[in-house]
Nanobody, 118 residues
Framework: QVRLVESGGGLVQPGGSLRLSCTVS????????MGWYRQAPGKQRELLAT?????????KYIGSAKDRFTISIDNTGTIVYLQINNLKPEDTAVYFC??????????WGQGTQVTVSS
């Protein structure tokens, strides 16, 4: 079992920045990939970026996410971050952390709301 808890969301003005955190606990040794997704109202959940655990920490970005999003993971593999710069109203969504394990299990956090508005 893996437990994920996201934090760091909130209300931010356009052009601002946020750093989301995902705290990972449980059987972290079995995690192969961590990822950040988001789901806007009325839309499907979309993948933004993935990263492998330490020591490799290979990051991959989907589409244009690389332009303003940065995924990172701490040395212990227990905190995954998503830095979002130059936030836009269309970034408003619930942001979810995901863990995929060597046993083909998917774990999700409860999500953290990001609202971009002036």
């Amino acid at each position: 079992q893996v437990r994920l808890v996201e934090s760091g969301g909130g209300l931010v003005q356009p052009g601002g920045s946020l750093r989301l955190s995902c705290t990972v606990s449980g059987q972290i040794f079995g995690i192969e990939t961590m990822g950040w997704y988001r789901q806007a109202p009325g839309k499907q959940r979309e993948l933004l970026a993935t990263i492998t655990p330490p020591p490799v920490r290979e990051a991959k970005y989907i589409g244009s996410a690389k332009d303003r999003f940065t995924i990172s993971i701490d040395n212990t593999g227990t905190i995954v971050y998503l830095q979002i710069n130059n936030l836009k109203p269309e970034d408003t969504a619930v942001y979810f952390c995901n863990a995929f394990t060597r046993w083909n299990e998917n774990y999700w956090g409860q999500g953290t709301q990001v609202t971009v508005s002036s």
